[in-house]
């Protein structure tokens, strides 16, 4: 069964600065998708950033982007100029037919 | 405007009480699905349907029904719900399974006492 690893419960940040949230995943599909969704505290699930497998080239929604790392099975989040209002829990999410989600990184931003 | 809703939002109930959570959507989507969210445990799928009439189970099936009678109407059933059973709840939809982006209700936070 697929499974997806989120090893950080908890990082913070300083407002403007860059964090790097981390996420690595199980599978033996070589066709699958990836993506990381925001849950802010009004707890709507709000997509990020999806990257697809067979894609060499790294995803990037303006201030987010990936680092995607086939072989290394490993899927991490990069978030640039960081703002309070980029403060929630990050789910990072598995799909081959089935969403399979992580346990989620609370992500806390300092002012 | 494009939406997945939820009803009720929020809901106190006891062991055993038959409860229904409404779940519709208004943009023609063929897939829809419900997750729970749990602490340290990320969102799990409960059920899911390609279609009309088609359903199927997902990880955590155990305790719950559904029904797709309807394309943008997907209701999760409690039969006899159980304290185990309290969790966040959310429906989600998308154009067919797979690539296609989710779209997620607002959430039903559900309390079995």
């Known amino acids: 069964a697929q499974t997806v690893t989120q090893s950080q419960p908890e990082m913070s940040v300083q407002e403007a600065e860059t964090v790097t949230l981390s996420c690595t995943y199980d599978t033996s599909e070589s066709d699958y998708y990836l993506f990381w969704y925001k849950q802010p505290p009004s707890r709507q699930m709000i997509l990020v950033i999806r990257q697809e497998a067979y894609k060499q080239q790294n995803a990037t929604e303006n201030r987010f982007s990936v680092n995607f790392q086939k072989a290394a099975k490993s899927f991490s989040l990069k978030i640039s100029d960081s703002q309070l209002g980029d403060a929630a829990m990050y789910f990072c999410?598995?799909?081959?037919?089935?969403?399979?989600f992580g346990a989620g990184t609370i992500l806390r931003v300092k002012s | 405007e494009a939406q997945v809703t939820q009803n009720p939002r929020y809901l106190i109930t006891v062991t055993g009480k038959k409860l229904t959570v409404t779940c519709s959507q208004n943009m023609n989507h063929e897939y829809m699905s419900w997750y729970r969210q749990d602490p340290g445990l990320g969102l799990r799928q409960i059920y899911y349907s390609m279609n009309v009439e088609v359903t199927d189970k997902g990880d955590v099936p155990e305790g719950y029904k559904v029904s797709r009678k309807e394309k943008r109407n997907f209701p999760l059933i409690l039969e006899s719900p159980s304290p185990n059973q309290t969790s966040l709840y959310f429906c989600?939809?998308?154009?067919?399974?797979?690539?296609?982006?989710?779209?997620f209700g607002p959430g039903t936070r559900l309390t079995v006492t």
């Open positions: 989600a939809s998308s154009y067919r399974g797979g690539n296609y982006e989710q779209y």
């Open positions: 999410a598995y799909e081959s037919g089935k969403l399979v």
